[in-house]
C-alpha cells in the first residue's frame, strides 16, 4: 500500500463503512436467497457467487489489495493457483471413479 | 544486538515492509489449510448418500448473528489502523477493544451453539456433516482466540511501541489486521456453506 496522508486516510474511513453496509446487506440476502424455492445447484451457485463478491470487498479494502505491491500479488496467484488445484483435483478424481462404475 | 530490518520502512526490493509479506505468505499456507479441509467437505458431500440441509440441524438466526458480528469487528479492526495513521491514539484504543469485545461476543455465541448441539446429543462422531462442521468451525474458533491474544496484546502492554516507534507499532497493527480480516473471509464461506446449503 502507498504510503498515505491522514487527509488520504479519513477518505478511506467512510470506504470502510459503506463496505461494511454492503458486506451486511448481502449476509442478509444471503439468507433471504437460502429460502428461495430453486434447485440445490441453484442455491449453492447463489451461495457461493455472494460470499465470493463479500469476500473480495474484504480483501480489496479491508486487506488493502486494491493499492498492494506487485510481490503481494505474485504471493496470491501462487496461492489461487495451488488452492484451485486442491479443491479440484479431488473432485475430478471423484468424478472419474463414478464413471468407471459401470466398467466391467 | 542488531536491529531488524524494515520493520517500519518499505524494503527497496519488494516495496513492502518485512512483516507484510511474511504476513501474506503465513495467510497463503493457511489458505492451504483451510482449502484441504473445504475440499474434504466438498468429498464428503458429493459421496454421501444423503446430505442434511444445515438450516435443519444449526440455527440460521444464530449463524447470521455471528456473521455480522464478525464483519462489524473487521471494520473495526481496519478503522483502528485508520485512527494510529491518523494520529489519534485514543480512537485506536476504541476500536481495537472494540475488536476484542466483538471476537468475544462470537466466541460466547459459538460456545452456547456448541452447548446446544452437545444437549441434544449431537456430538462430531453422530454424522458426518456434524464432523466436518465440529471440525470446521472448531479450527475457525482456534484462529478467532489467536486472533484476540494478539490482539490483546496490542491493546495492552505492546501498545507501548507506539510511543517509541509509532510507524513500526502501526505496521504491527496492520498485519495483525490482515490476519483478522483472513479469519472473517473465512466465515464469509463457512457459513453459507454449513448453514444455508
Known amino acids: 500500500m502507498k504510503s498515505e496522508t491522514a487527509e488520504d486516510i479519513k477518505k478511506h474511513v467512510r470506504v470502510y463503512v459503506a463496505v461494511f453496509v454492503a458486506l451486511a446487506a448481502l449476509t442478509l440476502i444471503t439468507v433471504g436467497a437460502s429460502t428461495l424455492q430453486v434447485s440445490t445447484g441453484v442455491h449453492i451457485a447463489i451461495a457461493l457467487l455472494i460470499a465470493a463478491v463479500k469476500g473480495s470487498l474484504v480483501a480489496s479494502y479491508f486487506m488493502h489489495l486494491i493499492s498492494e505491491k506487485k510481490v503481494i500479488f505474485g504471493v496470491l496467484i501462487f496461492t489461487v493457483f495451488f488452492f484451485a488445484g486442491l479443491l479440484f483435483l479431488p473432485v475430478s478424481d471423484l468424478s472419474l471413479h463414478s464413471s468407471m462404475k459401470n466398467v466391467p | 544486538m542488531e536491529e531488524i530490518p524494515y520493520t517500519a520502512t518499505a524494503r527497496p526490493d519488494t516495496g513492502v515492509y518485512n512483516a507484510k509479506l511474511g504476513t501474506w505468505l503465513f495467510l497463503a499456507s493457511e489458505v492451504m489449510l483451510f482449502g484441504a479441509l ?73 460456545t ?86
Open chain 2, 38 to 110: 473445504f475440499s474434504s467437505y466438498i468429498l464428503l458431500r458429493v459421496g454421501a448418500a444423503e446430505w442434511p440441509h444445515g438450516a435443519d440441524i444449526l440455527s440460521v438466526p444464530i449463524g447470521t448473528f455471528n456473521t455480522l458480528v464478525l464483519i462489524a469487528s473487521s471494520v473495526t479492526m481496519v478503522m483502528s489502523w485508520a485512527s494510529l495513521k491518523m494520529n489519534d491514539f485514543r480512537k485506536y484504543k476504541i476500536f481495537m477493544g472494540l475488536t476484542i469485545l466483538l471476537a468475544l461476543v462470537f466466541l460466547v455465541v459459538k
Open chain 2, 112 to 197: 452456547f451453539e456448541y452447548n446446544d448441539k452437545f444437549s441434544h446429543h449431537l456430538f462430531p462422531g453422530t454424522s458426518t456433516f456434524l464432523a466436518i462442521y465440529f471440525t470446521l468451525t472448531g479450527l475457525h474458533a482456534l484462529h478467532i482466540i489467536g486472533g484476540v491474544i494478539v490482539n490483546s496484546y496490542f491493546w495492552g502492554p505492546g501498545r507501548r511501541m507506539w510511543k517509541t516507534e509509532p510507524e513500526r507499532f502501526t505496521n504491527r497493527v496492520e498485519v495483525a489486521g490482515l490476519y483478522w480480516h483472513f479469519v472473517d473471509l473465512v466465515w464469509i464461506f463457512l457459513f453459507p456453506v454449513l448453514y444455508l446449503l
